[in-house]
């Protein structure tokens, strides 16, 4: 049986935002796998670092990620055309050809394009994850052929809310107030009132993508829109290769860091679930989202929560029986430590953990480097480190529940065989091999070690054990001497133990010589 889905896509023009972004370049080698019969893909990039638009996108398709179409369909990559664009100009920064092109030929919008860092600046972010969609739209608007624009959103946009249904929440604050304050405030003043305006979410990022939904719904008139909110998207399950990633974003940075022996303690809820879904998992949604309003045509815009934690949980706690044997077996090149890991809730461990296997090794290991005429680098990281881990406290010591009717009832939409190609179900999703996985691909993907360097590897944390071993050994001498030196009862006990021992040693030779 033909894929329906398939068969929507073919012959259609597809544009995409944010295609060089993790979750855009799964969803553009989905497509051009998946939908064979694809007419062109029109990926919006902006030139960087003195690149054109082109050349990114050449180097893109150059990863491994596209090395299953160089092998089945090569052909299919020249359907891929980079249009030069910027989300943060006016008019996206499209030429006047682009434009009229796009309107005349596209007929599926796909709009990835955000800015995810969590301390983004609010002005930055306001422009990127708001204004830039007011400017698609606009776009979309003219678009002679358009039958489906589906939005890339974040299930943690209403995260002030326990509960989160899959529907369009009315806005933290009028989007029209915030345009006339970013006018005119410069950076400093923004900067003092952003904790205010965010009110009870983390960052600028989830405030931001709450007003990004009310805003796609009062400006896209009768658009034939779709809202996509994955959660925390982490490496693939299945697809295109297991374990892929490209980045330190979420539980990349964090595996990376264990697996380096540099994080030892990390502040979370155990028992909270760690809404982690694997990237092939909203890149399906997203394309059986497309189909779906493109065919079915439903009369309100559905809005899809694309999580794990309701149909198959895992909790934060459970990673430390996986990520840190997994990396004593498999281990990271280089590692500043053995890898070890304390997931904990309570403030007064976790600065104790902090003091003890951050702070105080890293100025170990500085003092040692400026004996060795080197320039100190291990405060400044773990300094960093601490940042970026404060900033996902948030997410780690809570737990929401995300109703889920409209993605489970897309699946009962499509075909068998669509099921099959463009599965969205996470109850078979095995978490402790997936991790696995998703730890291996960290360190071929993201670091770039190659497998073959394992025996080297596995070395070097024998090392380090031996290395941890003695400096224990020294480190307990020279505390007990100290004892010694300062007290009457250590002294009486080490007297005592050492005879004991001597007692022993003197049965043993007389045992052995009667015998």
Known sequence: MASTIAEFFAGKRVLITGATGFLGKVLVEKLLRCCPNIDVLYLMVRPKRGQPPQQRVQEMMATQLFDRIREENPSSLERIIAVNSDMLEPGLGLSDEDREMLQQEVGVVFHVAATIKFDEKMKLSYKMNVKALQEMVKLCKDMKKLEAFVHTSTAYCNCDRQYIEEKI?????????????????????????TPKLIDRRPNTYTFTKAIAE????????DMPIAIVRPS?????????????????NGPSGIFIACGKGLLRSMRADPNAVADVVPVDIPVNVMIAAAWNIGVLKPKSIPVYNVTTGGHNPFRWGDMESVIPPFFKRVPLDNAFRRPNACVTNVPVVHEYWNIVCHKLPGYFYDFLLRLMGRKARMVRIYDKMRKAMSSLEYFTTNTWEWSSENTDSLCTLLSEDDNKVFYSDVRPLDWPSYLEAYCLGTKRFVLNEELSGLPQARAHLKKLRNIRYSFNAILFVVIWRFLIARSQIARNLWYFVTSLFVKFVRLTRLTSSTS
């Open 214 to 221: 009310h805003v796609l719904t009062e400006d896209s008139g």
């Open 232 to 248: 925390i998207v982490g490496a693939a399950w299945k697809e295109p290769i297991p374990g892929w990633i490209d980045n330190f």
């Open 169 to 193: 929440y009315p806005p933290p604050m009028d989007h029209r107030k915030l345009d006339d304050a970013i006018e005119w405030m410069d950076d400093e003043m923004l900067r003092l009132l």
